[in-house]
T-cell receptor, first 116, second 109 residues
Framework: GAVVSQHPSRVICKSGTSVKIECRSLDFQATTMFWYRQFPKQSLMLMATSNEGSKATYEQGVEKDKFLINHASLTLSTLTVTSAHPEDSSFYIC????????????FGPGTRLLVL | GQNIDQPTEMTATEGAIVQINCTYQTSGFNGLFWYQQHAGEAPTFLSYNVLDGLEEKGRFSSFLSRSKGYSYLLLKELQMKDSASYLCVLMDSNYQLIWGAGTKLIIKP
């Protein structure tokens, strides 16, 4: 199956700093990438959907100025958590999908963010 | 290395019971999740097992055997809305998620 990678796998940062998380599709072109946030033992919460070359679509309640998403190429999307605070500590997971809406989403391994 | 295997597709009848199996190989283990995903939607958390045994939650149950690297999701009293993909997801020793490819479950009347 298709492979999606995320980098870094875990990051610890100080409050007020910004953190960038990369999501890459390694062996296929991802027209659409999704960013999720997961709290312990809860469902993945969709934060935003990004299509290559256009602005991301954010879910209600997600601050677009705080969670900056860039999908500059068909194999790379980045999520930047700006001015991170302890409440932003979470598990961030990306997924990637090809052109067709009915195609499978392939998920990345996740990035664990801890803000001190 | 790490690997997860689950059937690509299964078909069952409304009102019946279906068991979706998942086998895995990993050097480190911090639990196994099952998610349900309808086409075009985000995955929904169903269960989390970290100890051996059966966890029951309504119509859904999940079983884990760490020594055998085996889990299953049991769905009872199937309803048409249960038609979806079911994802077996392993959390390794570094708390990274390894996703199975998913089992597409088709429910027939």
């Amino acid at each position: 199956g298709a492979v999606v990678s995320q980098h870094p796998s875990r990051v610890i940062c100080k409050s007020g700093t910004s953190v960038k998380i990369e999501c890459r599709s390694l062996d296929f072109q991802a027209t659409t990438m999704f960013w999720y946030r997961q709290f312990p033992k809860q469902s993945l919460m969709l934060m935003a959907t990004s299509n290559e070359g256009s602005k991301a679509t954010y879910e209600q309640g997600v601050e677009k100025d705080k969670f900056l998403i860039n999908h500059a190429s068909l194999t790379l999307s980045t999520l930047t958590v700006t001015s991170a605070h302890p409440e932003d500590s979470s598990f961030y997971i990306c997924s990637a999908r090809g052109l067709d809406e009915q195609e499978t989403q392939y998920f990345g391994p996740g990035t664990r963010l801890l803000v001190l | 290395g790490q690997n997860i295997d689950q059937p690509t597709e299964m078909t069952a009848t409304e009102g019946a019971i279906v068991q979706i199996n998942c086998t895995y190989q990993t050097s480190g283990f911090n639990g196994l999740f099952w998610y349900q995903q309808h086409a075009g939607e985000a995955p929904t958390f169903l269960s989390y097992n970290v100890l051996d045994g059966l966890e029951e939650k309504g119509r859904f149950s999940s079983f884990l055997s760490r020594s055998k690297g085996y889990s299953y999701l049991l769905l009872k009293e199937l309803q048409m809305k249960d038609s979806a993909s079911y994802l077996c997801v392993l959390m390794d020793s570094n708390y990274q998620l390894i996703w199975g490819a998913g089992t597409k479950l088709i429910i027939k009347p």
